[in-house]
């Protein structure tokens, strides 16, 4: 179950109270607790920054990531402190934790034994990367290497040496844009050299013509939210005039329900930022009111046809629908149930590509810091049947090397009031709790009684 702040849930096994099973032996009930969700963030990193590709776009992610969390390092010791402690691992992915005891039962039923095991590489050379001195290094070599990447028009290239692209050239000023929020430094001639290429690209050859063929208004509507992004026009050059700007925001208005969900929240926040509140409601209720929302999924939606298109990305497009209600509707209660599907999605291994888990870094780590859930004391209560509560208290402070577990033997278990365990959430931030039941049975299961997973 997941567990909002001041909820209460209950996790039942309805069989066990049933006790008509004369060849079932019970082994144990445990329950497990998940809370200060950020550190799943912080243990997909290395799987981001030791990719073993140098494109342009893996080492803006590189560079945005670890700005990120430096950032984040000088103002929540607690998260430099948890980022040291998880640096000594070395594997790629997160291993499952040795001694938990739903570990062999896990192992038995499931293939995936490679990846309980950090994944199939051995020895690689995995830099020590949430390290707050190796992360300082990391973003100062990946902003070193973006600068010698760029051309002499400007331009980035997909790799160094290749020829310049107009799409990398502005998704690298994007990530620019995003450091620029967390107050990581950006070079600004660099920037205003890349947004002069742009501009001359806009006029010269593609932004004019597609809008004279009304078509093409995806790269549009991501030009003028990156344009929107940065503080003030000393950082563009003001080579974009602001009738430029009215008209690429009036196009891509125009085709707003042709957007794909996450076009509409950058086409939502670029309507906002220039004074039209309205049109950018309109927008954004139109993505909001087709989410599904579940106690135990969160908010979410149903894949794109085309997820594999950039603007269709399923884990980047619930990432920044997060961001943009941070900033938009920051109280709308759904933007939990976003945090929510965004750590199930994740759960054990990672997200499925850098630049998702890039983004999804900079969505939560903007929604926490405005939540003040960042190096905050956690604390759930759980109860198992008639026994006295048992709570468990996340403390900035404390060791990150377990989570926390209460397990009963089956002979200690009274099948009658132990089937129902109720878990209680105090303090800021989202949390999750399990309970497994392990036992043993004759008896052929009459139904399939699964749950989310």
């Known amino acids: 179950v997941a567990l909002k702040p001041g909820s209460t849930r209950t996790l039942d096994f309805p069989d ?3 006790g008509d099973d004369p060849s079932r032996l019970d082994e144990q009930l445990v329950v497990t607790v998940d809370g200060q969700l950020f550190l799943g963030v912080l ?3 290395p799987y981001l920054v030791n990719y073993p590709y140098e494109c342009t776009e893996q080492t803006l992610n590189r560079f945005l990531s670890t700005g ?3 950032s984040l390092y000088d103002q929540h010791p607690a998260v430099e402190r948890w980022a040291k402690e998880l640096s000594a691992r070395d594997t790629r992915l997160e291993t499952w934790d040795a001694p938990d005891p739903n570990r062999k039962l896990a192992l038995e039923e499931t293939p ?5 095991r950090g994944g199939r590489e051995t020895n690689l050379p995995l830099a020590n990367t949430l390290d707050p001195r190796i992360a300082h290094a990391t973003r100062v070599a990946a902003l070193a290497r973006l600068a010698k990447a760029q051309t002499s028009l400007g331009a980035f290239p997909w790799f160094p040496g290749g020829p310049p692209s107009p799409y990398m050239t502005l998704y690298v000023l994007h990530g620019f844009s995003k450091s620029l929020e967390f107050g990581v430094e950006v070079p600004k001639d660099l920037v205003v050299k890349a947004w002069s290429y742009l501009h001359r690209h806009y006029v010269d050859e593609w932004a004019r013509e597609a809008m004279a063929r009304d078509c093409c208004w995806e790269w549009i509507t991501f030009l003028n939210y990156v344009l929107s992004s940065y503080p003030d026009a000393s950082w563009t050059g003001g080579v974009f005039s602001e009738d430029e700007r009215e008209e690429m925001l009036d196009f891509s208005f125009r085709h707003w ?5 996450y076009l509409k929240a950058y086409l939502t926040l670029t309507l906002e930022r220039a004074g039209r509140s309205e049109d950018a409601r309109l927008v954004f209720d139109s993505v909001m009111e087709s989410a599904k929302i579940d106690e135990d999924l969160g908010t979410y939606w149903a894949p794109e046809d085309r997820a594999w298109l950039w603007y269709n990305d399923t884990i980047e497009s619930h990432a920044f629908a997060l961001r943009t209600l941070a900033e938009l509707q920051p109280q709308d209660e759904r933007r939990e149930g976003l945090v929510q599907w965004l750590f199930l999605n994740k759960k054990l291994n990672h997200w499925k590509s850098t630049r998702a888990t890039a983004e999804v870094l900079y969505a939560l780590a903007y929604y926490l810091r405005g939540e003040g859930a960042l190096g905050v004391t956690e604390t759930v209560d759980v109860t198992v049947g008639r026994r006295e509560p048992t709570r468990f208290v996340f403390e900035p402070e404390a060791s990150v090397d377990r989570r926390p577990q209460l397990v009963l033997a089956g002979d200690e278990l009274d099948p009658a009031t132990d089937s129902k365990t109720v878990v209680e959430k105090r303090g800021p931030g989202l ?12 008896r052929m299961p009459e139904y399939g009684d699964g749950d989310l997973l």
């Open 16 to 18: 066990m109270a049933r």
């Open 431 to 442: 949390a999750f709790a399990s309970a497994t039941w392990h036992l043993s049975t004759e």
């Open 257 to 261: 329900r042709e957007h794909s969900p």
């Open 68 to 70: 990120i969390l430096t």
């Open 112 to 116: 995936w034994l490679q990846e309980a």
């Open 43 to 45: 243990q997909a990193l």
